[in-house]
């Protein structure tokens, strides 16, 4: 399996631009999740889905921030419009499923700098 | 959801030298307990985890951590460091969701 893949891995734009984020869970894998790293904050969770249906998204953090899931193997975060503190490592996960000892595999992210 | 802290923010150490990284988690019932690695520029990888069963887990490239669950504490330990453990390490609580402490960054000099 080729793991938790993303693109693109690195993007730049302009503040005010929308930024699509991709994400293709490992095949089977019923859950995933999607991370923001920053120095300052640290890893946060943004949202997570269970069978494609979004389960928490407390972390989401405003309207500007969506994210969708609308198969099992695929799920976007967009962000419109970007700002420069949006600026982060965006991570994006999955597991099993939610909970318990289950291992969270975790893709290569997405560096974006919003200039 | 769980609260997960962790006591050093960053460590610098010899190669040889051991390692001991400290973890708390808030929550007092069941709880799955992680290790995760974040070597410079790649993503997190899974270290060791914790469920149930015996509180001394071993994991992959030496490392270890106990769960003590009177202290709510789940330290990462490794007996001898090389120059590539250089990397960020999270301890991280599962209950319904992971929740990560702040993350330790090592430098281990060659």
């Known amino acids: 399996d080729a793991g938790v893949i993303q693109s693109p891995r690195h993007e730049v734009t302009e503040m005010g631009q929308e930024v699509t984020l991709r994400c293709k869970p490992i095949s089977g894998h019923n859950s995933l999740f999607w991370y923001r790293q920053t120095m300052m904050r640290g890893l946060e969770l943004l949202i997570y889905?269970?069978?494609?249906?979004?389960?928490?998204d407390s972390g989401m953090p405003e309207d500007r921030f969506s994210a969708k899931m609308p198969n099992a193997s695929f799920s976007t975060l967009k962000i419109q419009p970007s700002e420069p503190r949006d600026s982060a490592v965006y991570f994006c996960?999955?597991?099993?499923?939610?909970?318990?000892?289950?291992?969270?595999?975790f893709g290569p992210g997405t560096r974006l700098t919003v200039l | 959801a769980q609260s997960v802290s962790q006591h050093n923010h960053h460590v610098i150490l010899s190669e040889a030298a051991s390692l001991e990284l400290g973890c708390n988690y808030s929550y007092g019932g069941t709880v799955n307990l992680f290790w995760y690695v974040q070597y410079p520029g790649q993503h997190l990888q899974l270290l060791l985890k914790y469920f149930s069963g015996d509180p001394l887990v071993k994991g992959i490239k030496g490392f270890e951590a106990e769960f003590i669950k009177s202290k709510f504490s789940f330290n990462l330990r490794k007996p001898s460091v090389q120059w590539s453990d250089t990397a960020e390490y999270f301890c991280?609580?599962?209950?319904?969701?992971?929740?990560f402490g702040a993350g330790t960054t090592v430098t281990v000099r060659a």
């Open positions: 996960a999955s597991s099993l499923i939610a909970g318990g000892d289950n291992e969270q595999f």
């Open positions: 991280a609580a599962n209950d319904y969701k992971l929740s």
């Open positions: 889905f269970n069978n494609n249906v979004p389960i928490d």
